[in-house]
């Protein structure tokens, strides 16, 4: 029998051990959890005081847009619709195989941003490499670029 009652206690003690992970674990994902949901209000505040702000710069998603970095840790960038010369200008550029350079899509969204600022911008452009590309899309599609038209005309 004495071994048998080692092999029990050797049992419960590692049942012992899962359940004191498995808590461990549990505490620390509700606590995560905790942590994202406040971070996801924080955001949503922050985002309707950008809509305040920046409501006098005319509708949104026609005159200006709100995109959302948050997931990538880097806030909001708010650009206006910009100047029609400055979208022909970055369209100019992709001929045949060509396309736009980086400062190219920087230059035009650094000229429609209005959130954050140019500094700020930089260093989030510094770290994220395809952020200004992605941006530079939302101006061209503010303008109309990638719109449907209805009756097969364009």
């Known amino acids: 029998?004495?071994?048998?009652?080692?092999?029990r206690a050797r049992e419960k003690?590692?049942?012992?051990?899962?359940?004191?992970?498995?808590?461990?674990?549990?505490?620390?994902d509700a606590e995560r959890e905790a942590r994202d949901r406040v971070a996801a209000a924080e955001n949503e505040l922050q985002l309707e005081e950008l809509r305040d702000q920046f409501a006098g710069e005319g509708e949104e998603g026609v005159?200006?847009?709100?995109?959302?970095?948050?997931?990538?840790g880097c806030g909001f960038v708010i650009v206006k619709r910009g100047a029609s010369v400055l979208v022909r200008k970055f369209k100019s550029k992709f001929k045949g195989d060509?396309?736009?350079?980086?400062a190219d899509t920087q230059s035009l969204v650094k000229a429609c941003l209005l959130h954050p600022t140019a500094d700020d911008f930089n260093r989030i452009v510094d770290g994220h490499d395809f952020v200004a590309a992605k941006i530079a899309?939302?101006?061209?599609?503010?303008?109309?670029v990638g719109l449907e038209m209805k009756g097969g005309k364009r």
């Open 1 to 7: 029998m004495g071994e048998l009652d080692a092999l």
């Open 13 to 28: 003690e590692i049942a012992e051990k899962i359940e004191a992970k498995r808590k461990a674990r549990a505490s620390a």
């Open 63 to 72: 005159d200006f847009t709100i995109c959302d970095l948050t997931r990538i």
């Open 98 to 102: 060509a396309v736009p350079t980086e």
């Open 137 to 144: 899309n939302v101006i061209c599609e503010m303008h109309g």
